[in-house]
């Protein structure tokens, strides 16, 4: 590795203002302790022309993709209008530049919907990965053999990487910092860009998923009256009982409905309410924990953990400015 690692950002039309700007602010301000620069980070664009970003502006690279061919790390950023790559399709000269670059051992990322040109050029198949979770579905009817998570932060896959949506590519980019250069220089960057100089890749993407609203299935009642009783000690049988009938069939046409188990979804509106009122309360964690139905603050505290990777506290800082006394 060089001194001062290249870094190709590839800007395509539709690219998604934040996401070009990700890589260039991280890893422009990563420095040493005497302040040198361990980056040198350029854009590019096919043949460099300007392509027009999705907030609406031109954005003029002073680069062609040539520059991949010796950049040390190739960065593809998001973008953004309706499927991404599906309209027109992949530029041929885009994917033969990221596969050329990936064959001569340049390492290749994306930020947010920049996976789907990874994929779309082949370097993701039978590879783990990761995008924006509003476009996961999406992504995985294009290119079913990428091993796609929904719900992390960014994959590591050594040569070829991958980051969720906006702020992940921080996290991705910070990561990259981190393992080139050492926690030092990637903290100095965190600072000078005023974001948190860590979280763990594995930590889940803050997906909005509501508590469920009825519909005309046969057991949408019970779901309906079981969510209106989150904070009591709901069984099996009560739920069976409610919908009158018996445990086996009820569970049978559950799993039918829902495509998961009762408990399990039980489990789930309650660590749905439990999030809601952390974002949109400030109760303390031992009353969340009691109105949700997960029992007491460590009940809480072990389910959030495991459901999303943080804990309630650690939860509500990231929506809510609340007192130190709520705890988590």
Same mark, same amino acid.
């Given at each position: ?123 993701? $198949?039978?590879?783990? !990965?990761? *995008?924006?979770? /509003?476009?996961? @579905? +999406? ?8 091993? %796609? ?66 519909? $005309?299935?046969?057991? !949408?009642? *019970?779901?309906? /009256?079981?969510? @209106? +009783? ?8 009560? %739920? ?33 309410h439990a999030r809601a009122l952390l974002e949109s309360t400030d109760l303390p964690v031992e009353v969340v924990a009691r109105r949700s139905g997960l029992g007491t603050a460590a009940g809480l505290r072990q389910h959030l953990q495991s459901a999303i990777g943080v804990a309630p506290s650690a939860y509500r800082r990231t929506f809510r400015v609340v007192p130190e006394s709520a705890g988590g």
């Amino acid at each position: 590795m060089t001194e001062q690692h290249l870094v190709a950002v590839v800007a395509l039309e539709g690219v998604v203002s934040f996401d070009l700007g990700t890589p260039t602010q991280i890893f422009g301000t990563a420095r040493d302790e005497h302040g040198h620069r361990k980056y040198d980070v350029r854009v590019c664009s096919p043949g460099g022309r300007p392509v027009r970003a999705s907030a609406g502006y031109l954005v003029t690279p002073d680069h062609g993709l040539e520059l991949t061919e010796r950049a040390d790390t190739v960065v593809v950023s998001g973008i953004s209008y309706g499927d991404p790559v599906e309209n027109g399709g992949l530029d041929p000269a885009v994917a033969e530049a990221l596969r050329n670059a990936h064959a001569r051992g340049a390492r290749v990322m994306s930020i947010c919907t920049g996976a789907f040109v990874l994929a779309a050029a082949g370097l993701l $198949d039978d590879r783990p !990965a990761t *995008t924006h979770w /509003w476009w996961a @579905e +999406r992504f995985r009817e294009l290119f079913p053999h990428v091993k %796609l998570d929904r719900d992390v932060l960014f994959v590591d896959g050594g040569d070829v990487l991958t980051s969720a949506g906006v702020g992940a590519g921080i996290d991705l980019c910070l990561h990259v910092v981190r393992t080139d250069f050492g926690s030092e220089v990637a903290n100095r960057a965190a600072r000078r860009s005023v974001v948190p100089p860590f979280r763990e890749g594995g930590q889940a993407q803050y997906i909005e998923r509501p508590v469920s609203r009825p519909s $005309d299935a046969s057991l !949408a009642a *019970t779901r309906t /009256w079981a969510i @209106e +009783r989150l904070d009591a000690p709901l069984t099996l049988q009560d %739920l069976a009982g409610h919908a009158r009938m018996s445990v086996r069939t009820f569970t049978r046409r559950f799993r039918d409905e829902t495509g998961v188990s009762p408990a399990r979804w039980l489990l789930q509106q309650r660590v749905d309410h439990a999030r809601a009122l952390l974002e949109s309360t400030d109760l303390p964690v031992e009353v969340v924990a009691r109105r949700s139905g997960l029992g007491t603050a460590a009940g809480l505290r072990q389910h959030l953990q495991s459901a999303i990777g943080v804990a309630p506290s650690a939860y509500r800082r990231t929506f809510r400015v609340v007192p130190e006394s709520a705890g988590g």
